[in-house]
């Protein structure tokens, strides 16, 4: 993930949970400390997250339409679920993922 790519996913997240995301609050999101937490939110949204912290990042980006829903977490188009019924299943799935970047920004 690049710094710009870093920048749109604050944008995304915020839009997705219907309030702006604020550097603090993706550092929340990170688990990174408040005391220099945005500080180095603000570096990597310049040079972008590395390891660990990128997969986190991928992990909750799924609460946004902007961004798909990773094949290891997609049980949605499997065989036993029917076709009909998948949408819901998917906005229900994204429904969840926001609810968690909302509980983990407090």
């Known amino acids: 993930m690049t710094g710009a790519e870093l920048k749109k996913l ?13 550097v603090a609050d ?6 990174l400390p408040a005391a220099d937490g945005a500080d180095t939110i603000r ?5 972008g997250p590395t390891g ?6 991928r ?5 946004s ?3 798909p829903i990773l094949e290891m977490f997609n049980v949605f188009d499997r065989h036993d679920v029917p ?3 998948r949408p819901a ?12 970047v909302r509980r983990r920004i407090g």
């Open 89 to 100: 299943r998917r906005q229900a799935f994204r429904e969840q993922m926001r609810s968690d």
């Open 10 to 22: 604050r944008q995304h997240l915020g839009e997705a949970i219907g309030q702006p995301l604020s």
């Open 26 to 31: 993706m550092a929340k999101l990170c688990g």
């Open 59 to 63: 992990i909750l980006a799924m609460a």
């Open 83 to 85: 076709v009909k019924d």
């Open 65 to 67: 339409d902007h961004y």
């Open 52 to 57: 660990p912290v990128a997969e986190l990042l």
């Open 43 to 47: 570096k990597w949204e310049i040079t």
